[in-house]
């Protein structure tokens, strides 16, 4: 199974199931890498990991522990259903707008969103810059027009 587990009575059981594949999974790395050499052969690659520092397993185990808290909290505060579901991420500001700009248009970035311009200019072999241009929309697609103009 790929991707994130999703919340609902059934998380800490597909967790749990989730944790089992993965420590199966990585079991059977060492068991092959076993065979291969008993059976004469050079196995190819690098030998596996042990169980304690495989990535896998204890990221499968992170998401276990976080369906523990996640199911005790739940199960803490009857009178609230549903609390701690739709949190915020804590890296967004709560301000969406910006009041110098406000034509300027949001705009995806690495950690959330921005408002802002897309900035794109064009410079000659010798490092001149050639053209500069600012445009709302958030691909680059309309700046390679105008490198081929100037290119």
Same mark, same amino acid.
């Given at each position: 199974?790929?991707?994130?587990? #999703?919340?609902?009575?059934?998380?800490?059981?597909?967790?749990?199931?989730?944790?089992?594949?993965?420590?199966?999974?990585?079991?059977?790395?060492?068991?092959?890498?076993?065979?291969?050499?008993?059976?004469?052969?050079?196995?190819?690659?690098?030998?596996?990991?042990?169980?304690?520092?495989?990535?896998?397993?204890?990221?499968?185990?992170?998401?276990?522990?976080?369906?523990?808290?996640?199911?005790?909290?739940?199960?803490?505060?009857?009178?609230?259903?549903?609390?701690?579901?739709?949190?915020?991420?804590?890296?967004? #500001?709560?301000?969406?707008?910006?009041?110098?700009?406000?034509?300027? #248009?949001?705009?995806?970035?690495?950690?959330?969103?921005?408002?802002?311009?897309?900035?794109?200019?064009?410079?000659?072999?010798?490092?001149?810059?050639?053209?500069?241009?600012?445009?709302?929309?958030?691909?680059?697609?309309?700046?390679?027009?105008?490198?081929?103009?100037?290119?």
């Amino acid at each position: 199974m790929t991707g994130r587990i #999703p919340d609902g009575p059934h998380r800490l059981a597909e967790a749990q199931a989730h944790l089992a594949r993965e420590i199966a999974g990585h079991q059977a790395k060492p068991d092959r890498h076993a065979a291969i050499i008993a059976a004469g052969r050079r196995p190819m690659g690098r030998p596996p990991v042990p169980m304690e520092q495989s990535t896998r397993v204890l990221r499968a185990g992170r998401v276990v522990q976080a369906a523990e808290r996640a199911a005790s909290e739940d199960s803490g505060s009857p009178s609230r259903p549903g609390a701690g579901k739709h949190r915020k991420p804590k890296h967004l #500001p709560d301000v969406v707008a910006d009041t110098t700009g406000p034509q300027s #248009p949001i705009m995806p970035a690495r950690k959330g969103f921005l408002q802002g311009y897309n900035a794109d200019l064009a410079v000659s072999a010798d490092h001149v810059i050639v053209a500069v241009s600012l445009s709302q929309p958030t691909n680059d697609q309309a700046c390679f027009d105008a490198a081929r103009e100037y290119g």
